[in-house]
């Protein structure tokens, strides 16, 4: 079983994989597979709502988000960490999900939790 782990803190070590990492050793405890992937400083841009990916289940914009979904299609749970700036999640990890929920939402729906 497997579990994938979203750190959507610009700082790689941050506080959030802190957090993330507590997460991931007690899921490991109870024999459960847990990788943390960092999304990164790079720019991730919002779904344009062009509906390239109904064909293809991938979106378009061929970034950090089509690597994402393969992850999401090889763990049974999603755990997403964020810092909190200002009232909610980094924009970063919102659009993230947005284009994720839009390009393959089959997939997310059975892996959330």
């Given at each position: ?95 993230l999900l947005e ?15």
């Amino acid at each position: 079983m497997k579990v994938m782990m979203i750190n959507g803190s610009p700082n790689e070590k941050g506080c959030t994989y802190t957090a993330l990492l507590q997460c991931k050793k007690g899921l490991e405890e109870m024999g459960v597979d847990a990788n943390i992937v960092h999304i990164g400083r790079e720019p991730v841009y919002s779904c344009s709502a062009c509906f390239g990916c109904e064909e293809t289940g991938r979106c378009v914009h061929d970034d950090i988000c089509n690597n994402m979904l393969a992850l999401a299609e090889q763990s049974v749970g999603i755990i997403v960490g964020s810092p909190v700036y200002f009232a909610g999640p980094t924009g970063a990890i919102c659009s993230l999900l947005e284009r994720m929920f839009f390009a393959n939402s089959d997939v997310l729906k059975a892996a959330m939790f």
